[in-house]
Protein backbone atom coordinates (compact mmCIF):
# COMPACT_ATOMS: atom_id res chain seq x y z
CA UNK A 1 0.00 0.00 0.00
CA UNK A 2 1.10 3.37 -1.14
CA UNK A 3 2.29 5.72 1.83
CA UNK A 4 3.09 9.97 2.56
CA UNK A 5 6.19 9.30 4.39
CA UNK A 6 7.03 12.07 6.90
CA UNK A 7 10.01 12.93 8.65
CA UNK A 8 11.10 13.36 11.33
CA UNK A 9 8.71 12.15 13.30
CA UNK A 10 9.44 14.16 16.33
CA UNK A 11 11.35 17.70 16.51
CA UNK A 12 11.88 19.87 19.08
CA UNK A 13 12.86 23.45 18.55
CA UNK A 14 14.04 26.64 20.49
CA UNK A 15 11.65 29.75 19.91
CA UNK A 16 12.39 31.86 17.22
CA UNK A 17 14.44 29.19 15.18
CA UNK A 18 13.28 28.08 11.63
CA UNK A 19 12.04 24.32 10.89
CA UNK A 20 11.29 22.49 8.21
CA UNK A 21 8.93 19.49 8.25
CA UNK A 22 9.54 17.15 5.24
CA UNK A 23 6.76 15.04 3.21
CA UNK A 24 7.00 12.66 0.57
CA UNK A 25 3.72 12.27 -0.92
CA UNK A 26 2.94 9.49 -2.85
CA UNK A 27 4.17 9.17 -6.15
CA UNK A 28 1.50 9.95 -8.74
CA UNK A 29 -0.74 12.17 -6.76
CA UNK A 30 -1.19 15.54 -7.69
CA UNK A 31 -2.35 17.81 -5.08
CA UNK A 32 -0.57 18.04 -1.64
CA UNK A 33 -1.72 19.42 1.67
CA UNK A 34 -0.14 20.21 4.98
CA UNK A 35 -2.90 20.32 8.35
CA UNK A 36 -2.25 20.83 12.02
CA UNK A 37 -3.40 19.29 15.37
CA UNK A 38 -2.89 21.33 17.93
CA UNK A 39 -2.85 18.96 20.70
CA UNK A 40 -6.57 17.79 22.06
CA UNK A 41 -8.29 19.97 19.36
CA UNK A 42 -9.28 19.50 15.43
CA UNK A 43 -7.06 18.89 12.75
CA UNK A 44 -6.98 22.32 10.95
CA UNK A 45 -6.20 22.68 7.11
CA UNK A 46 -3.32 25.07 6.49
CA UNK A 47 -2.39 25.07 2.47
CA UNK A 48 -2.99 23.22 -0.28
CA UNK A 49 -0.53 22.88 -3.64
CA UNK A 50 -1.25 21.62 -7.03
CA UNK A 51 0.93 22.19 -10.08
CA UNK A 52 4.39 23.38 -7.85
CA UNK A 53 2.16 26.43 -6.61
CA UNK A 54 -0.51 27.08 -3.59
CA UNK A 55 -4.33 26.40 -4.93
CA UNK A 56 -5.65 27.36 -1.31
CA UNK A 57 -4.37 28.48 2.26
CA UNK A 58 -6.19 29.14 5.58
CA UNK A 59 -5.95 32.41 7.85
CA UNK A 60 -3.75 30.26 9.91
CA UNK A 61 -1.12 30.03 6.92
CA UNK A 62 0.06 33.39 7.66
CA UNK A 63 3.86 34.89 6.17
CA UNK A 64 5.95 32.57 8.59
CA UNK A 65 4.53 29.70 7.11
CA UNK A 66 6.20 29.04 3.76
CA UNK A 67 5.50 25.61 1.41
CA UNK A 68 7.87 23.94 -1.22
CA UNK A 69 8.08 21.22 -3.47
CA UNK A 70 11.98 21.42 -4.00
CA UNK A 71 12.51 18.03 -6.62
CA UNK A 72 10.20 15.68 -7.62
CA UNK A 73 9.36 13.48 -4.46
CA UNK A 74 9.25 16.05 -1.56
CA UNK A 75 7.25 18.29 -0.11
CA UNK A 76 8.30 20.98 2.71
CA UNK A 77 6.47 23.08 5.25
CA UNK A 78 8.51 25.86 6.70
CA UNK A 79 8.41 27.60 9.64
CA UNK A 80 10.46 30.49 9.56
CA UNK A 81 10.16 31.83 13.02
CA UNK A 82 8.59 29.29 15.57
CA UNK A 83 6.80 30.40 18.48
CA UNK A 84 5.28 28.49 21.47
CA UNK A 85 1.89 28.60 20.11
CA UNK A 86 2.97 26.31 16.60
CA UNK A 87 3.60 23.36 18.89
CA UNK A 88 1.27 21.09 17.21
CA UNK A 89 1.02 18.00 14.97
CA UNK A 90 1.48 18.77 11.31
CA UNK A 91 0.40 16.18 8.60
CA UNK A 92 1.12 15.83 5.13
CA UNK A 93 -1.12 14.62 2.88
CA UNK A 94 -1.90 13.83 -0.74
CA UNK A 95 -4.43 12.90 -3.45
CA UNK A 96 -4.76 11.38 -6.66
CA UNK A 97 -7.58 14.02 -7.81
CA UNK A 98 -10.00 16.65 -6.28
CA UNK A 99 -13.08 14.91 -6.29
CA UNK A 100 -12.99 11.57 -5.15
CA UNK A 101 -12.54 10.57 -1.16
CA UNK A 102 -10.68 7.17 -1.03
CA UNK A 103 -7.94 9.48 -2.77
CA UNK A 104 -6.52 11.56 0.89
CA UNK A 105 -3.65 10.11 2.28
CA UNK A 106 -2.73 11.38 5.32
CA UNK A 107 1.33 10.44 6.45
CA UNK A 108 2.02 9.88 10.44
CA UNK A 109 2.52 13.60 11.12
CA UNK A 110 5.60 15.46 12.55
CA UNK A 111 5.13 16.49 16.46
CA UNK A 112 6.70 19.69 16.37
CA UNK A 113 7.39 21.04 20.32
CA UNK A 114 8.60 24.55 20.49
CA UNK A 115 10.44 25.56 23.63
CA UNK B 1 -19.84 28.39 11.28
CA UNK B 2 -18.64 24.88 12.40
CA UNK B 3 -19.34 22.47 9.30
CA UNK B 4 -18.95 19.83 11.01
CA UNK B 5 -20.06 18.49 14.80
CA UNK B 6 -19.54 15.76 16.78
CA UNK B 7 -21.09 15.88 20.34
CA UNK B 8 -20.77 12.51 21.68
CA UNK B 9 -18.37 12.32 24.64
CA UNK B 10 -15.72 9.23 25.20
CA UNK B 11 -16.96 6.39 24.83
CA UNK B 12 -16.53 2.83 26.27
CA UNK B 13 -17.39 0.07 24.25
CA UNK B 14 -17.20 -3.56 24.93
CA UNK B 15 -15.35 -5.71 22.91
CA UNK B 16 -17.31 -7.37 20.10
CA UNK B 17 -20.31 -5.03 19.99
CA UNK B 18 -21.17 -2.10 17.57
CA UNK B 19 -20.58 1.21 18.07
CA UNK B 20 -21.91 4.80 16.44
CA UNK B 21 -20.21 7.58 16.44
CA UNK B 22 -22.33 10.46 15.19
CA UNK B 23 -21.86 13.12 12.87
CA UNK B 24 -23.59 15.96 11.47
CA UNK B 25 -22.48 18.40 9.16
CA UNK B 26 -23.55 21.71 7.26
CA UNK B 27 -23.13 22.51 3.82
CA UNK B 28 -25.75 24.30 1.43
CA UNK B 29 -23.91 22.71 -1.64
CA UNK B 30 -25.48 19.67 -2.77
CA UNK B 31 -21.68 17.93 -4.08
CA UNK B 32 -19.69 16.83 -1.17
CA UNK B 33 -18.10 14.14 0.25
CA UNK B 34 -17.76 12.84 3.68
CA UNK B 35 -14.99 10.95 5.13
CA UNK B 36 -13.83 9.17 8.34
CA UNK B 37 -10.53 9.18 9.84
CA UNK B 38 -9.20 7.06 13.03
CA UNK B 39 -6.41 8.48 15.55
CA UNK B 40 -4.99 6.25 17.47
CA UNK B 41 -2.48 7.06 20.04
CA UNK B 42 0.29 7.00 18.22
CA UNK B 43 -1.03 9.85 16.37
CA UNK B 44 -1.25 8.84 12.86
CA UNK B 45 -4.42 9.40 10.49
CA UNK B 46 -5.86 6.63 9.54
CA UNK B 47 -8.67 6.54 6.47
CA UNK B 48 -11.57 4.40 7.35
CA UNK B 49 -14.50 5.51 5.26
CA UNK B 50 -16.18 7.54 2.04
CA UNK B 51 -19.72 8.91 1.10
CA UNK B 52 -20.02 10.81 -2.00
CA UNK B 53 -23.40 12.86 -1.62
CA UNK B 54 -24.25 11.34 -4.68
CA UNK B 55 -23.89 8.11 -3.74
CA UNK B 56 -26.86 5.79 -3.44
CA UNK B 57 -25.86 3.74 -1.30
CA UNK B 58 -24.51 3.56 2.13
CA UNK B 59 -20.49 2.80 2.12
CA UNK B 60 -18.99 -0.06 3.71
CA UNK B 61 -15.64 -0.72 4.70
CA UNK B 62 -15.38 -4.26 6.53
CA UNK B 63 -16.22 -3.46 10.04
CA UNK B 64 -17.26 0.05 9.40
CA UNK B 65 -20.01 1.65 8.13
CA UNK B 66 -21.29 4.69 7.05
CA UNK B 67 -25.09 5.44 7.82
CA UNK B 68 -26.00 8.42 5.41
CA UNK B 69 -28.99 10.34 6.06
CA UNK B 70 -28.43 13.07 3.30
CA UNK B 71 -31.93 15.25 4.77
CA UNK B 72 -31.01 14.81 7.79
CA UNK B 73 -27.35 16.34 7.14
CA UNK B 74 -25.99 13.36 9.09
CA UNK B 75 -22.97 10.78 8.60
CA UNK B 76 -22.89 8.07 11.60
CA UNK B 77 -20.10 5.83 11.61
CA UNK B 78 -21.09 2.38 12.64
CA UNK B 79 -18.07 0.09 13.87
CA UNK B 80 -19.10 -3.62 13.79
CA UNK B 81 -17.49 -5.97 16.80
CA UNK B 82 -15.67 -3.94 18.17
CA UNK B 83 -11.64 -4.69 18.48
CA UNK B 84 -9.17 -3.85 21.36
CA UNK B 85 -7.04 -2.15 18.53
CA UNK B 86 -10.37 0.27 17.62
CA UNK B 87 -9.88 2.25 20.52
CA UNK B 88 -8.89 5.62 19.14
CA UNK B 89 -9.92 9.14 18.55
CA UNK B 90 -12.26 8.93 15.62
CA UNK B 91 -12.68 11.91 12.88
CA UNK B 92 -15.46 13.05 11.01
CA UNK B 93 -14.52 15.38 7.61
CA UNK B 94 -15.80 17.02 4.89
CA UNK B 95 -14.74 18.20 1.75
CA UNK B 96 -17.06 20.75 -0.59
CA UNK B 97 -17.00 22.24 -3.70
CA UNK B 98 -16.40 25.01 -5.43
CA UNK B 99 -13.69 23.16 -6.97
CA UNK B 100 -10.30 24.17 -6.19
CA UNK B 101 -11.22 24.65 -2.54
CA UNK B 102 -10.11 21.09 -1.39
CA UNK B 103 -9.82 21.00 1.93
CA UNK B 104 -11.27 19.24 4.64
CA UNK B 105 -13.13 20.15 6.88
CA UNK B 106 -12.98 18.28 10.45
CA UNK B 107 -14.71 17.70 13.71
CA UNK B 108 -13.51 17.94 16.85
CA UNK B 109 -13.37 13.76 16.92
CA UNK B 110 -15.14 10.94 19.26
CA UNK B 111 -13.06 9.14 21.72
CA UNK B 112 -13.89 5.28 21.93
CA UNK B 113 -12.22 2.98 24.24
CA UNK B 114 -13.03 -0.51 23.63
CA UNK B 115 -13.10 -2.74 27.09
CA UNK B 116 -12.35 -6.40 27.07
Known amino acids: EPEVTQTPSHQVTQMGQEVILRCVPI?????FYWYRQILGQKVEFLVS????????KSEIFDDQFSVERPDGSNFTLKIRSTKLEDSAMYFCASSEIRDRGSGYTFGSGTRLTVV | AQKITQTQPGMFVQEKEAVTLDCTYD???????LFWYKQPSSGEMIFLIYQGSYDQQNATEGRYSLNFQKARKSANLVISASQLGDSAMYFC?????????????FGKGNQVVVIP
Open chain 2, 93 to 105: AMREPPYGNNRLA
Open chain 1, 27 to 31: SNHLY
Open chain 2, 27 to 33: TSDPSYG
Open chain 1, 49 to 56: FYNNEISE
